[in-house]
């Protein structure tokens, strides 16, 4: 069994950045593909960006490429997301999963352990 814990979330002004933390509970955190989603308020949750165990490959979605990026510190055991230049529309409630085969995929439904989630609010 996989935790997750998400924190980092918060109300920050357009244009302006923050990072969100995932930390994950476990001895093998090294060996998981870590993703992180999001959901807007009446939208379906999207892929962001996933990280391989290594750390040394990741994989984004084109709308998101550029502005967010997915990095992880195994020997803290955490993942991060580092939102910058955000907009309106990226607020959402954000979302870190496990992989534990080690994917980097965008399907939600490959991912084995999710966090309740940390919100996000971009005032405009």
């Known amino acids: 069994q996989v935790q997750l814990v998400e924190s980092g979330g918060g109300l920050v002004q357009a244009g302006g950045s923050l990072r969100l933390s995932c930390a994950a509970s476990?001895?093998?955190?090294?060996?998981?593909?870590m993703g992180w989603f999001r959901q807007a308020p009446r939208k379906e949750r999207e892929f962001v960006g996933a990280?391989?165990?290594?750390?040394?490959?990741?994989y984004y979605p084109d709308s998101i490429k550029g502005r967010f990026t997915v990095s992880r510190d195994n020997a803290k055991n955490t993942v991060y997301l580092q939102l910058n230049t955000l907009k309106s529309e990226d607020t959402a409630v954000y979302y870190c999963?496990?992989?534990?085969?080690?994917?980097?995929?965008?399907?939600?439904?490959?991912?084995?352990?999710w966090g309740q989630g940390t919100l996000v609010t971009v005032s405009s």
């Open positions: 999963a496990a992989n534990v085969r080690g994917l980097i995929v965008p399907r939600e439904a490959l991912y084995d352990y």
């Open positions: 476990g001895r093998t955190f090294s060996s998981y593909a």
């Open positions: 990280i391989s165990g290594s750390g040394r490959s990741t």
